[in-house]
Nanobody
């Protein structure tokens, strides 16, 4: 069973950068679409970004396009979220999530729909404040 552990969160000033890491164990990420979701206090959880199991296609929420970049390192079984030009509204708990693909859907485009993802990490706090 896939297990996901996030790290890299913290306090950063507006305009700063952070890189979140997601370490996977229990299975190889080669068969999973991986995403990042976030939840701010008092708000609904929202999809931030995802990357397909194969082929490297990505998807981003409009609110982070051009500022965030998702990537994966299959050899290390890791996924990253590089966050630049951070804003106070990016403050949230960030979750790494996984969706197991079958052999026929490995290259399928990923979507930012919470119900798609069966595997969730425990979350890491990101606070953007001066």
């Amino acid at each position: 069973q896939l297990q996901l552990v996030e790290s890299g969160g913290g306090l950063v000033q507006p305009g700063g950068s952070l890189r979140l890491s997601c370490a996977a164990s229990g299975d190889t990420l080669n068969y999973y679409a991986i995403g990042w979701f976030r939840q701010a206090p008092g708000k609904e959880r929202e999809g931030v970004s995802c990357i397909s199991a194969r082929g490297g296609s990505t998807n981003y929420a409009d609110s982070v396009k051009g500022r965030f970049t998702i990537s994966r390192d299959i050899a290390r079984n890791m996924v990253y979220l590089q966050m630049n030009s951070l804003k106070p509204e990016d403050t949230a708990v960030y979750y790494c999530v996984g969706l197991r693909r079958d052999a026929l859907s490995l290259f399928r485009y990923c979507v930012l729909s919470e119900s798609e993802y069966a595997y969730w990490g425990q979350g890491t706090q990101v606070t953007v404040s001066s």
